[in-house]
């Protein structure tokens, strides 16, 4: 007795919210040299969960995605000062020589 199988859900496209993690990611390519570490991750975070707020159907406000980069920072600062201060290692540039 085979039971006929489920459609899979239809879900809407959300090219608005691929488009500001899209932009997070190349900024954060673009602007690791020139700002740093720490701010290109903190503008990166903010603007990924910006894009996943609006996939999620909420309006983000001004005062959510200057808490997103304020988060950002507060991630990305220890993660700088492990890698650099208590590792010894240098993180690689994205674009002269790095991984692109």
Known sequence: HAEPLADAPEFPSAWTAVAWVSAGVLLNALLI??????????????????????????RPSAASVATDFVIGLVISAPVFWIFTKLLGLTLPGLVKGGWI
């Not at 040299?33 to 909420?58: D, M, Q, T």
């Open 33 to 58: 040299e020139r700002i740093g570490f720490i701010p290109s991750c903190a503008l990166l975070f903010a603007l990924s969960a910006r894009g996943f707020r609006i996939g999620a159907a909420a």
